[in-house]
C-alpha cells in the first residue's frame, strides 16, 4: 500500500518570515505613534530623546531606527519605527532616567501599526513646531468622542509623515531639509496642543498609557486555570504519578 505523505503545515508566521526573507528583512517593524507631556525646556527633551535613540542603535547596530519626533511647548507627538524590542527598551530608558532639567510625564499610545510594509523614514528626526489650537474647545469625554478624536490626531500625523515622505521621494530633497521646510501652510497637518492636551486628561480603557505598558511587559500575570480541578482530592489516588516524576528528573 501506497503511503501518502502529510505536507508540511505553514502557519501564518512562516509566510510572513519567507517573505521578508525574500525582501531582504531580517526584523519586523512595528510604527508606534504616541503623545505626551513633559516639564522642561523644548531642548532639554530633544536632547534626552535624542541621546536615547543613539544609544539604542548603537546597540543595535543591524537594525536602523527611523521616526519623527515633533516637539511643542509642554507636549509631543512621536512616530517611532523599529522592531518592538526596541522600541520596549526605548520606553523603559524614557521612564527610568527622570532628570531635573526634563521630566517626562503622562504619555498615551494612538493606535500602532505591526509588521510595518514600508517606513516612513530613513533615519530619527526632529522638529520644533508651534502648534495650532481648536477653536472649539473639546469637552466630552464620551467613549464615542475619546475614539474619534484619537482617530483625528492619527490621521493628522500620518498624513504629515505621508507629506514628508511623497516630498522626499517626489522632489529628490533629504528629509532633513524637508523637515526645515515645514511651513505654517502644514498647520492643517499639525494636531493641535489642545487636542493633546484633551486626550491626555481623558480616563478611558481605549486609552493604554506608557506606563501601563511597561508593566504589562515587566511582569507575568498568574493565570489560575481549572483550580476546581488541580485540588488535592484525598480519597482520589493518582498511580504512577511519583514513577512518572522520579522519571523526568
Keep these: 500500500m501506497k503511503r501518502v505523505t502529510e505536507p508540511v503545515r505553514k502557519s501564518l508566521l512562516d509566510v510572513i518570515r519567507k517573505n521578508l526573507r525574500a525582501a531582504g528583512k531580517v526584523s519586523y517593524i512595528t510604527r508606534v505613534v504616541y503623545v505626551g507631556a513633559y516639564i522642561g525646556t523644548d531642548t532639554s527633551i ?15 547596530m543591524n537594525n536602523s531606527i527611523s521616526g ?39 504619555a498615551i499610545f494612538l493606535p500602532t501599526y505591526h509588521h510595518v510594509h514600508q517606513r516612513f523614514f530613513t533615519g530619527w528626526y526632529h522638529a520644533y513646531i508651534i502648534p495650532p489650537t481648536l477653536i472649539q474647545p473639546l469637552k466630552s469625554y464620551e467613549l464615542g468622542d475619546i475614539q474619534q478624536q484619537m482617530l483625528n490626531c492619527f490621521n493628522k500625523v500620518y498624513m504629515l509623515c505621508d507629506h514628508i515622505s511623497n516630498t522626499h521621494h517626489d522632489r529628490s530633497v533629504s528629509i532633513q531639509e524637508v523637515i526645515r521646510s515645514l511651513s ?9 496642543s489642545t487636542l493633546l492636551e484633551y486626550l491626555l486628561n481623558a480616563e478611558s480603557p481605549v486609552i ?12 507575568v500575570p498568574f493565570i489560575n486555570l481549572y483550580s476546581e480541578y488541580l485540588q488535592y482530592q484525598k480519597n482520589v489516588s493518582f498511580y504512577g504519578v511519583h514513577e512518572i516524576c522520579v522519571g523526568y528528573r
Design 46 to 60: 530633544e536632547k534626552k530623546m535624542k541621546s536615547i535613540i543613539q544609544d539604542l542603535q548603537a546597540d543595535y
Design 68 to 106: 519623527l519626533f515633533l516637539i511643542y511647548p509642554d507636549y509631543y507627538v512621536h512616530a517611532l519605527e523599529a522592531p518592538e524590542d526596541i522600541i520596549y527598551r526605548h520606553f523603559k530608558v524614557l521612564y527610568n532616567n527622570q532628570t531635573e532639567d526634563c521630566k517626562i510625564g503622562k
Design 184 to 192: 505654517d501652510k502644514l498647520t492643517r497637518l499639525y494636531p493641535e
Design 208 to 219: 493604554l498609557t506608557v506606563e501601563e505598558y511597561l508593566n504589562i511587559y515587566s511582569t
